[in-house]
C-alpha cells in the first residue's frame, strides 16, 4: 500500500475524531488536556478488561460447570 495513501487516511481519521468530539472549536491547551484525559480513561478501561475479564470468565466457568455437573480436574 502507497505510504502517502496511508498518511491521508489516518489524517482522515483524526479530522473525523476533531468534529465527533468538537475538539476542532477548542484551543491547543484545551485539546491537549482533553487528548489526555480521554488517554487515561481509555487506558484505565483497557488495563481493567485485562486484569479483571479473565478472572470473570473463570469464576463463571466454575459456577457453570457446577450447575452442569462437569468437575474439572485441574486444581487451582
Not at 484525559?37 to 488495563?47: D, G, K, N, R, S
Request: glycine share 2%; net charge neutral.
Amino acid at each position: 500500500m502507497d505510504f502517502k495513501r496511508v498518511k491521508d487516511y489516518f489524517s482522515w481519521l483524526y479530522y473525523q475524531y476533531q468534529i465527533i468530539s468538537c475538539c476542532a472549536v477548542l484551543e491547543p491547551w484545551e485539546q491537549s488536556m482533553f487528548n489526555t484525559i480521554l488517554l487515561t480513561i481509555f487506558a484505565m478501561v483497557v488495563y481493567t478488561a485485562y486484569v479483571f475479564i479473565p478472572i470473570h470468565i473463570r469464576l463463571a466457568w466454575e459456577f457453570f460447570s457446577k450447575m452442569c455437573g462437569y468437575h474439572s480436574t485441574i486444581s487451582n
